[in-house]
DNA sequence: ATTTGTTTTAATCATTTGTTTAAATCAAAT
DNA sequence: ATTTGATTTAAACAAATGATTAAAACAAAT
């Protein structure tokens, strides 16, 4: 089945959002990419701003509902769970590499209503991951490290790499196969390295 | 003395690029920002875009050289460079966190010419710390892993938190101080972990 | 075939935005 | 005091941009 005009509007209005953002995008751009009349736009979707918004909040959505679960599971315990995550996301982020940065960069310029509606505080408060965390804590099985750290760590080694390839493209002349390939061993790397900062001896420097 | 007008002018660019980029930012912004007539920006930059380029390689320049430096020291050991660094690089951030955003999404953007002036790869391939860091594997002391996840591990860790702020934000009712104090925390915490992940045994998963 | 409601189009509008202009102001030199 | 060159200002311009309109094309129902 053919995509239908909104269909084609809303495709082609991510495309042109994630690569450019908000501000830098002209509803011509958008009417463009997706091959229809730029009457159409504002026909289907009332205005940019409301494109916009329905666009953030699927890139919200997609970045954070097939990770959500991992957080929830009973099954798993704490590095199992930590496994999952970053091999998701790290595989998430081979597909849709500029989601992060669309986020954060709309996010630094006005503080998105959006993002108030994705209970964060919930979520990571009340997840049997940070149950877990807490629990094993409590019985010494792993260092005293605030969970703050650890959400940083966790996101920082698994999203950076994506949101600053253009600067390692630069660095080395990273091509793009061997940045996938540095992404699939980080999928083993970052778990392990997560262990060893809360499970090591902490030694003296 | 007082700021001249053309200073005014560049400081009230600076701000207002940073926070909310290109696109977004408009010349009368800028102009009210300053507190200048318009038509004072276009006397003295030529066009938004000159001035633009002009801040971005500021930006560059006060984000790079503070650090470089560091990395070809003689005197200091692989290990006292990544404290040095890491330590630099937070108090920096401290005071100009929007700085890597702002580069990396103009980044996203455009392929800023900008950024070839910078010596990325020479920097990073021929520095002292490359040298210590290739033969501390050569001797077995340091785990072999590579160097681009040494670096990718380094700007994540360090820059991460900065960028994701807003997000850690919203995730606990994180206020500035705790996250200053986190700062803090991390400058000894990140060495012992980059530490931790390139001396320690792998265990197994 | 005609009617009816929906979708698409080209043209147009009003604002915003980057830049320029020409006159006014200022400050230093004569 | 006058001249001269630099700086500042208010006004205006042209292009870009988000949005609307009115007519045309289309498709489904009668």
Redesign the pocket.
């Known amino acids: 089945m053919p995509p239908t ?1 909104e269909e084609k509007i809303k495709s082609a209005a991510r495309t042109v959002f994630h690569s450019k953002g908000f501000a830098a ?4 751009d958008i009417a463009k990419e997706a091959g ?5 736009l ?2 289907y979707f ?4 409301k494109l916009f918004q329905i666009i953030m909040m699927d890139s919200i959505h997609s970045l954070f509902q097939s990770i959500l679960p991992i957080f929830f599971e009973e099954e798993t315990n704490f590095f199992e769970k930590i496994e999952k995550f970053v091999s998701l996301y790290i595989e998430k982020l081979k597909t849709d590499p500029e989601i992060p940065l669309f986020i954060l960069s709309e996010l630094q310029r006005n503080p998105l209503v959006i993002l108030e509606q994705v209970p964060f505080k919930e979520i990571f408060e009340t997840s049997v991951f940070h149950k877990q965390y807490e629990s094993a804590i409590e019985k010494k099985e792993l260092n005293s490290i605030s969970y703050y750290h650890l959400l940083m760590n966790l996101a920082g080694l698994t999203v950076f790499p994506f949101i600053g390839k253009p600067i390692f493209f630069q660095v080395g002349n990273l091509t793009s196969e061997e940045f996938h390939r540095l992404m699939e061993e980080r999928k083993k790397w970052i778990p392990i390295w997560i262990k060893q900062m809360l499970t090591n001896e902490l030694q003296a420097s």
Do not use: Q
């Open positions: 005009t995008t002209k509803t011509r229809i009349n730029l009457a159409l504002n026909y009332r205005s940019k701003e």
